[in-house]
Structure formats: C-alpha cells, structure tokens
C-alpha cells in the first residue's frame, strides 16, 4: 500500500497535465461537432456564365442558350474582348461560350460545329463544360436522325428533363460515425501523450538512483516493488481509457450503444496498453523530467500527425502514410477509419480490423521485449 | 564485543583498478564506527558492496552473523543508510517522504506513525513537517535525509558523509542526532573525510587509503603512530637562520620549521619541552606573539602513514 500511496501522490502532481491532454481533446470534439453539424446541408451551386452568340437567337440556338441559363448564373457583362477577359481574370465569370455563326444549321446539317471556349479551369468552370457538352452531344445524336428542329428541341428536351432515381441503401448514420471516429482518432493523441507524460513523470521520480538505492537496500522485495508500480501504472492507464470512453458515450452516444461503438472501444483499449509499454520503454530510456515534455511531444504530436490523428487520412500523401505503417496509431486509426464504411459485421468484413487490432498487440509485445532487455542491461551495469 | 559487521578480504576491481584491496575490519555492537580516508579511497566502496549494492570481485561480508546478499531482506529489515546525497521525492511534503521510506520496513500504520514522530524530532524538524523538499535550505535536506534513513529504527545505521557540503548549525545538529542514535543502541558505521568528526564521534576509526586499511583503532592509539609527541607554534618575526639552527638542537626536537612569521617545531618524544622552548628564547632574546602546543592529528598520523595530508 505504502507505494501505491505514493503513487497517487506524485500522480496528484501531474493531475494539471491530464486535464490539459483531456481539454485539447474535448476542445476538439466539440470543435468537430460544431463544423460537421453545418455539412448536413447542402445547397447545388451554379457557375457563373457569360454566353456571347454570334448565331441567330432562334430555334436549337436559342434552345441551347436557354438551357444554359437555367442552370447556370448568366452574367452580363459588355461586349468588349478586354472586358470579358477581365470578368474572367477576376473570377466574375467561370466559363465563357462563344456561339459561333451558322450553328444552327450546322447542327440541322447534321454537322458537330466547334464551339470556342473560355474558362478559369476550376471546379465551376468544370461544372459549365459538362452542362455544355452534355447537351451538345445529346443534340449532334438526334440531329442525325430526326430532320424537324420542333421535334428534335422536344427530343432534346426531353432526355435532358430525365432523373435518375437514386436509392440510398446504405442505414449507416454517416454523420454520427464520423464524428466518433474524429473523437476516438483524436483520443489516440491525448491517449499517448497523457500516459506517456504522467507515467514517465511518476516512473523517473521513482526510478531516482538516490531513491532506487534507497528502496533497493529496503526490506520490502524490489521486484514486489516493481510489480506494484506496474501495477499502479497500468491502473492508471485504464482509468485514462474509461474517462475517455465515458465522455465518448457524452459526445457521440447513439454510435456508442452499436457494434461500431464496442468495436471503437476495444480498439483503444488495445491501443491505450500500447501506449502504457510506450511509456514503461520511454520510462526505462529516459530519467530526465526536463526531457520528458519534449519526448511526449516528438512521440505523441508525431504520430498522430504522420497517421492521421488530426487530419483525415484521405488529405495525407501515400509516402507519409507508408512510413506511419511502422507507428501503431496509424493501425488504431485505421480500424477507426474502417468503422465509418463497414455495415454488415461478419467474419470477412471484421477480418482487416482484427489484423489492425493484431499488429497493434504485436507492437505491444515488441515494446515490452525491448524493455525488458533494456532494463537487464541497465541492472547489469548498475 | 560482538561482532555486528565481519568484512573478510573484501577485494573490488573495476577492470585493472583495484578500488577495494583485500579489506578486513569488523564493526562493534554499539560503537561509531569511522571509516576515514581522502576521497576515492574506497570508503563509499566499501558501503556500497556491504548493501549489496555493488558486486565484489572477492571476500565475504556477514551482518548479524548472516552472509549479506542482495536478497537478506531479514538482515535489511535492520539496516539504515544515509548517503552524501540527499535522496527524496520533490513531490512529496517531509512527512510523506519519511512515511514512504518507513513505509517500505514497516507495515503498522501505528507503529509507523509513532516512528514518524521520533525520527522528526531527532533531527529537528517538527516546524518543516508540511514543507515539500524545495522549500527547505540545504542544512534541512540533510536533516530529512537522515530522517528517511532512521525512521524505521535499525540496528545498524551506514552514514556515508553526511556532513558534506553543510553549515557548522547543520553539521553540529546531525553529530549531535548520530550519538542519540548510539545511545539509544544503534551501531554506526560512519564515513567522512573530515578528521575533526571522526575524532569528537567515532568510537573507533579505521583509516584507508588506495581501498586499504593503514590503521585500526581508537583516536588515541591511532595518534601513537605518529612519530610526532608534540607541535609548538611560535609567531616569530625575524628569526634568522642561525637562531633556528639554535633551537634545532634542543632536545626531543624533531623537526623546525619557519614560514611567513610562524615557527612550528616537532617533538619526538619527551617531557616539559614548551618550558624548555620558551626558557631558551628568553636567553637569546627572541621575542614572540603568540605561543602555543598541540597534541597530533589524525592527520599527521595518515601524513606519518602515506607520506601524504589526508586533505589532498
């Protein structure tokens, strides 16, 4: 009892650390919360475009204006080159369609008439170009059968009226996932850094050589003195993991009472002993408090940026993510990542998440090996 | 006497260097102990080898009529130690670190309480009971360095320079809690350099040197090892060759020698010569200020031993 006491007590001086770790955590969750509540809706805009027409406003020409400017903004600007290029160059307009002369009956004749272009190449503009040739080729199809041009604009108009019916079958309440998953890859951070901070800060003053030889020439049995700090330490972790999961529950609850949810759970608890023999190695290295803060901040900031902690995975460079391979928060966020997608749960579908959850265990394993080799090593020339 | 300590040709080596040579010496029941030496002569050595601390490459070590390995938690449940340096927690107030160390030998939250109390009052720091280490001055560290290592009440308490690096207050308060700890039946095996400490403490001292042991005893037959029976010290101003030449031969007299107005003379053996000294001053007219005789050092015994000061 006498050391777990004194655990608590040092710990109750590294107590303004873990609230830190957990402020930035909730800090972010709520952050997230608030950005991706915004993302429900969802407005279609339309590019801005300028149609100058050099043919006769009649017939398939003016249909094609017409349906231009129903779906798009027209704008109006002067009939000047240098006006139109500025308009252009300052993004007033997206896409410019210059209807050359004679496009209607070139159309009539069966012709594909070249019709000149000018755009600022993003995405609106991009938008304008499939409006354009989605009706473009649609009409140079039926000019080439049906010779009446009230027949062929009723036949163009019509196929362009048609919808598809799009069924979303999927039930998987993508919102809510996603900002479980933000929330757990997130935790992965303050996870990390809160354990490998505490932890190191509780084992170095423990681990004092003055103090070490003064336990050591005790009467209490160092290696039963040992047990109970590991003890004490992963005791601490696991409460860690539990506060963690309970705001989980707080923030994103619906998810939570779902396989995804048991599934985001067991995860971090895989990852949380992880990072509790991260610590016990990183403990076992370093003795200096003052080089600790900077450990963490290498060890925890590091990998979850390199893995995708704070940023969606999709954002990062495949050469960044094929060195976070070697990190276990890239296969813990991986597993998270997995939960947004995954609806039916069964042996192949769970497969790639046991192997996530298998490397993550097997860094474990190789964590402790390393420590224990180094700790005989450190004993042999104490 | 009964043997608490036996240190039988306890020989330590660090590659080609010997720290600890073939060191034999048995400690007292009840007695202060000195182990006296320069620094690197081996005294910190030979504690920490004794706490299993440290591998010996040869010899044996017995506490309480047990062999000591680093496993005799029953010999270590009556030991204390005290090193040079002050071994606490920073997170932890004077009470709770002296709760932590007395924790680790005793289990009864009463007796321990009890404890507590005593060890805090034998050092002195009853007023600093909630004050965490950084609040405390370096004389104070000390005192609860010491306080963490006796609390548990041993038997035998190791003292490796306690007194290092501390103000006279300090130092005379740690001495004066030491010989409390003898008189209420702890034995103590003390080390220092400081010759003053081992003189007004020790029961008995042994010096060493080169991780050997010179001499073996009380102050007083160590200071028979000195060929030296007296030192007189005359401030002189002055004094011209011839006359030094003049008290050279004067009887018993050893050794003279002047430097910056102070003449020290040595006798080997004899009776009344500070009498004959001032008489034949008088006769040759030399005037002096100040005069005085002193009995030999421990230091000029190890100087008499080494060939060297035990200071350097």
Partial sequence: MTVFKTFLK?????????????????????????TSENSTNFVASKPDVLIINN???????????????????????KNNEDAINDALFYREINYIIYIPQNYRQDILDGKNPEIEIKSTGDYQASYAEMLLSRYINIEVIYAKEIKDEDKLIEKINNTLAEQTEIEITSKLDTDSLSKATFYYNFASYSILAGAIYVICLILSSFNETKIRKRTIISSMNYKKHNRILLISNALLAIALWIF???????????????????????????????????AFLIANLVNNKNAINGIVNVIALGSSFLCGAFVPVEWLPASVL??????????????????????????????????NM????????????????????????A | MKNIIEVKNLTKEYRNLKAIDDLSFEVH?????????????????????????????????????????????????????????????????VYENIDYFCGLYIKDKTTRKKYIKEAIELVGLEEFKKFYPKQLSGGLLRRLNIACGIAHKPKIIFLDEPTVAVDPQSRNSILDGIKKLRDQGATIVYTTHYMEEVEILCDRIIILDKGKVLATGTSDKLKELAKIEEKVTIEINNLQPEQIEKIKQLENVDEVNYNVGNLIITYKKGKNNLGELIEHLKKENIKYNKIYSERPTLNDVFLELTGKELRD
């Fill in chain 2, 29 to 93: 029941e009840g007695e202060i102990l000195g182990l006296l030496g320069p620094n690197g002569s081996g005294k910190s050595t030979t504690i920490n080898c004794i706490l299993s601390l440290l591998k010996f490459s040869k010899g044996s070590i017995k506490i309480l009529g047990k062999e000591m390995k680093p496993d005799s938690y029953d010999i270590k449940k009556d030991l204390g130690v005290i090193f040079q340096e002050v071994a606490v927690f920073e997170e932890l107030t």
């Fill in chain 1, 10 to 34: 040092v710990l109750n001086k590294c107590k303004f650390v873990i609230i830190l770790y957990t402020v930035i955590l909730l800090t972010f969750g709520a952050f997230n919360m608030t």
């Fill in chain 1, 358 to 381: 298998g490397v993550i265990a097997l860094f474990t394993i190789i964590f402790v090996i390393i420590t224990n080799i180094i700790s005989k090593r450190k004993r042999k020339i």
């Fill in chain 1, 244 to 278: 963690y999961v309970i705001i989980s529950f707080i923030i994103v609850g619906k998810t939570m009472f779902s396989i995804q949810g048991v599934i985001y759970i067991v995860n971090s608890f895989i990852f949380t002993i992880c990072a509790l023999t991260i």
């Fill in chain 1, 55 to 77: 043919d006769e406003n009649v017939g398939v020409t003016k249909n094609l204006v017409e349906y231009i400017t129903n779906n798009s903004n027209n704008v109006d600007v």
């Fill in chain 1, 322 to 355: 094929k060195v976070a391979h070697i990190l276990p928060t890239y296969w813990y966020i991986q597993t998270n990542e997995l939960m947004k997608t995954i609806e039916k749960f069964d042996i192949e579908s769970l497969k790639p998440v046991f192997i």
